[in-house]
């Protein structure tokens, strides 16, 4: 039987920051309440990490406001520049700490921590909101008036929302979280930023480097998990929050924009996905075709992983037979290996999702070509088996609902590009998509997807400078980027003589 390594062992690797942060202070819950950090790929308790109760998320929030309010955070941008730029570098100190952090508590394979899962947001995320401090517009003119006979000037001026209430997700933890911190900051915002309770370490370390290695001031950022819903809750519902940053489903981001009306508040919501991997006509399938596995990255969980493969007709049984035997080789298990793929799920109750959706998924006449089980020679852990289905039609849930797991399925089409764009539509959600064919045909249908990013011929869309969100039911707004700026900035027009 194959086994991961030891959580005692992987805990070694790094030292743990369980208390909360809130305003400058690293404290346990008021109540001294805890939740255990379960490893997914063990389902050892790796340790504790603080639970906020209702005093120290009421604690945060006031913190927050108080800084926003009484403090220069919000106007002095060099300051802004500099305290960022001391984050950036002290990560850079934490790289290896963080990196087997990760893989003990989210199950996260080594080889996506040198990409998405760390490596990728650790060297820009922060770094460059920073720099953009100075390239931001931050006030331009609008040409001189007279309409009441006396002439006056117009100027637009760009100032911070105020306190951001900030709930990240558990699937990339630190990619989400500082992606936030990067731009809710260099926009000259404070913020409370709940991560979520499944993976906290990760977050928590964030707080401590803040405390510790920088000039931020005590309140511009409040770290506060907690495993009580109603609780975090507050963020969207508390008139001192002005707007709430929101990574996770569908549903809850349904929520969260109902919730936020009574104080309308704005909000960013970058929710689910259900992407599209499209095969044109004349697309090179020994090319294409192993971009297939990464639905299977971090077990599938990510919400711009492209889980349908939608194949033309005069291409589809080829396409299948390689698929199939393409991703019966990807690896699955120790997610510390660096030839594993596919680590396990982040809980029991994922894992049951997953394979429920697999039953699902045959009962409804899709055809199983790879996996579809637990894995025979794990012992431990939440681990689902890579798993594909042919002959998927788009009434079919597994086509339609997004499933954060290790499931592929691919879908016949016929009727050209233009039915290619059609399918990839069918869908409720629009946050990604890929597309493999010939220049000119893969840039245009890139452009008829409805969705928010689209990698085309293997490019690939990622960076702190580059703004992700989604169309429909993947959310409002985007993070990252100029566009990203502008979410965490309000407009003002004054008129002077």
């Known amino acids: 039987m194959t086994t991961v390594q030891p959580a005692s062992q992987m805990a070694r690797e790094?030292?743990?920051?369980?208390?909360?942060?809130?305003?400058?202070?690293?404290?346990?819950a008021t109540d001294g309440r805890t939740v255990d950090n379960i490893n997914p790929a063990t389902e050892e308790i790796l340790g504790v990490a603080a639970d906020a109760g209702p005093v120290d998320m009421d604690a945060a929030i006031g913190a927050a406001r108080h800084a926003f309010d009484n403090t220069n955070w919000a106007s002095d941008h060099s300051f802004r520049e500099h305290c960022l730029l001391q984050l950036h570098s002290a990560l850079q100190e934490e790289v290896e700490q963080l990196r087997a952090e990760l893989i003990a508590e989210t199950g996260c394979p080594v080889s996506s921590?040198?990409?998405?899962?760390?490596?990728?947001?650790?060297?820009?995320?922060?770094?460059?909101?920073?720099?953009?401090?100075?390239?931001?517009?931050?006030e331009r003119e609008l040409p001189d008036g007279a309409l009441l006979g006396s002439p006056y000037r117009r100027r637009v001026l760009k100032e911070p929302v105020g306190v951001v209430g900030a709930i990240s997700a558990w699937n990339f933890p630190f990619e989400i979280a500082s992606n936030k911190i990067g731009q809710v900051l260099a926009t000259g915002?404070?913020?409370?930023?709940?991560?979520?309770i499944e993976t906290p370490w990760s977050?928590?370390?964030?707080?401590?480097?803040?405390?510790?290695?920088?000039?931020?001031?005590?309140?511009?950022?409040?770290?506060?998990?907690?495993?009580?819903?109603?609780?975090?809750?507050?963020?969207?519902?508390?008139?001192?929050?002005?707007?709430?940053?929101?990574?996770?489903?569908?549903?809850?981001?349904?929520?969260?924009?109902?919730?936020?009306?009574?104080?309308?508040?704005?909000?960013?919501?970058?929710?689910?996905?259900?992407?599209?991997?499209?095969?044109?006509e004349d697309a090179d399938l020994?090319?294409?075709?192993?971009?297939?596995?990464?639905?299977?990255?971090?077990?599938?969980?990510?919400?711009?992983?492209?889980?349908?493969?939608?194949?033309?007709?005069?291409?589809?049984?080829?396409?299948?037979?390689a698929i199939t035997e393409l991703?019966?080789?990807?690896?699955?298990?120790?997610?510390?290996?660096?030839?594993?793929?596919?680590?396990?799920?982040?809980?029991?109750?994922?894992?049951?999702?997953?394979?429920?959706?697999?039953?699902?998924?045959s009962a409804e006449g899709g055809r199983l070509t790879v996996g579809g089980g637990v894995p025979e020679h794990m012992n431990a852990g939440y681990f689902v088996e890579p798993t594909v289905f042919a002959?998927?039609?788009?009434?079919?849930?597994?086509?339609?609902?997004?499933?954060?797991?290790?499931?592929?399925?691919?879908?016949?089409?016929?009727?050209?590009?233009?039915?290619?764009?059609?399918?990839?539509?069918?869908?409720?959600?629009?946050?990604?998509?890929?597309?493999?064919?010939?220049?000119?045909?893969?840039?245009?249908?890139?452009?008829?997807?409805?969705?928010?990013?689209?990698?085309?011929?293997?490019?690939?869309?990622?960076g702190a400078?580059?703004?992700?969100?989604?169309?429909?039911?993947?959310?409002?707004?985007?993070?990252?980027?100029?566009?990203?700026?502008?979410q965490y900035l309000q407009t003002k027009t004054i008129a002077f003589p």
């Open 391 to 462: 002959d998927v039609e788009p009434h079919h849930r597994l086509f339609k609902e997004e499933i954060f797991g290790p499931v592929l399925t691919i879908t016949s089409y016929d009727g050209g590009d233009d039915a290619a764009v059609a399918l990839a539509n069918t869908s409720d959600y629009g946050l990604a998509g890929a597309v493999f064919g010939s220049a000119d045909r893969a840039l245009e249908v890139a452009r008829k997807v409805r969705t928010g990013t689209m990698n085309v011929n293997g490019a690939v869309f990622y």
């Open 14 to 28: 790094f030292a743990p920051e369980s208390r909360l942060y809130i305003a400058g202070t690293l404290r346990t």
């Open 203 to 280: 977050v928590l370390r964030l707080g401590r480097i803040i405390a510790e290695k920088t000039d931020i001031p005590p309140g511009v950022v409040n770290i506060v998990p907690t495993a009580s819903n109603e609780l975090a809750q507050t963020l969207v519902t508390d008139a001192r929050i002005d707007m709430v940053s929101f990574t996770g489903s569908s549903a809850v981001g349904q929520r969260i924009q109902s919730l936020s009306a009574a104080t309308m508040k704005r909000t960013l919501l970058e929710l689910g996905g259900k992407s599209a991997y499209i095969l044109l």
């Open 189 to 196: 915002n404070t913020m409370v930023l709940k991560p979520a």
């Open 113 to 138: 921590t040198y990409g998405p899962q760390l490596d990728w947001p650790i060297t820009e995320a922060i770094r460059w909101p920073a720099g953009y401090i100075n390239s931001f517009p931050w």
């Open 465 to 486: 400078d580059a703004p992700f969100g989604g169309y429909k039911m993947s959310g409002l707004g985007r993070q990252n980027g100029h566009e990203g700026f502008e």
């Open 286 to 321: 020994e090319t294409a075709l192993p971009g297939c596995l990464g639905a299977f990255v971090h077990a599938g969980q990510g919400c711009g992983l492209t889980t349908r493969v939608l194949v033309p007709a005069s291409l589809y049984e080829q396409a299948v037979e």
């Open 327 to 361: 991703c019966s080789s990807a690896t699955v298990g120790d997610p510390t290996d660096p030839a594993t793929l596919c680590g396990p799920v982040v809980s029991k109750r994922q894992h049951d999702r997953v394979l429920e959706y697999i039953r699902i998924g």
